[in-house]
């Protein structure tokens, strides 16, 4: 199969970096994540939209969603520029999902299906390698090198505070996205509580079946 077009959808912590990684490497395709795009661009001066915040880094400390104006132009640049992809982080709202489909047609939706509690547990103890971009986690995950684990850093809106607010946007937001392309019908469950390589299983089966 040639350069799959695949988007992953899930709730913040359910694995959507840890996996979109894998598919990457595995399928020879662009990992394209609004998150790591943003947080690069975390002072970007946006106050000329004249909207509730200056920059996106102070809806991201806040928990809240970047205004839909700033993503959508990340990810249609984005998405030009690349054949096969794994688009991870958008669309996160209704009207990012009608946008999305006026920029590409997709091979693969799939869905990481993940329980609040574990999503809670997963989020707090999320650790990033500031050098590589790996993601670890306190207690699921450790990096087995001490130099990795002594430069550790938390993102700061993984505190247990924000998390319940993402989650609550998530819900409010996100939720109707994965309706949508369940209404739809193609939507690809796959049970995301599982080991990560046994999720990694179920999505490279369930990549290869439908692309
Ligand atoms: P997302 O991108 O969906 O927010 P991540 O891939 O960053 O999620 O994963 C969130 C946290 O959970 C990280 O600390 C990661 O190491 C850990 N994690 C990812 N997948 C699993 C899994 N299947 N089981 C346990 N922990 C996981
Ligand atoms: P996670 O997978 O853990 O939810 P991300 O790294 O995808 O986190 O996103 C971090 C933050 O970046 C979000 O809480 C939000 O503020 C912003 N963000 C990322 N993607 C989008 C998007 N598609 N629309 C609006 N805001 C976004």
Redesign the pocket.
């Known amino acids: 199969m040639a350069q799959p077009r695949i988007l992953i959808l899930g ?4 694995g ?2 840890t996996q979109s990684a894998k598919i990457a490497d595995h399928f020879d395709v662009e990992h394209v ?4 795009a ?2 690069s661009n975390k002072e970007m001066d946006i106050s000329d939209l004249g909207l509730e915040y200056d920059t ?1 880094g102070e ?2 400390d806040a ?6 104006e700033v ?1 959508n132009a990340i ?1 249609d640049e984005a998405l030009s520029q690349s054949d096969g992809f794994v688009l ?6 209704l009207e ?1 999902a009608e946008e999305l489909e006026g920029m590409t047609d997709l091979d693969v939706v799939l869905y990481l299906d993940v329980s609040e509690d574990e999503l809670v547990h997963r ?1 707090t103890g999320r650790r990033m390698d500031p050098e590589t971009g790996d993601i670890y986690h306190l207690e699921y995950n450790p990096p087995e090198d001490a130099e990795v684990e002594d430069r550790l850093v938390q993102r700061e ?2 505190a247990e505070d924000t998390v319940k607010e ?1 989650l609550r ?2 819900r409010e937001n996100t939720e109707p996205v994965i309706e949508y392309y369940e209404e739809e019908g193609s939507l690809e469950r796959v049970d995301g509580e599982q080991a990560p390589d046994e999720v990694w299983e179920d999505v490279k089966v369930t990549i290869e079946d439908a692309a």
């Open positions: 709730a913040p912590g359910a959507k970096g994540t609004t998150g790591d943003l947080r996106p809806y991201m928990g809240e969603l970047v205004p839909d993503v990810v991870d982080g958008y669309p996160r709202n990012q989020l809106d993984d993402r946007v998530y």
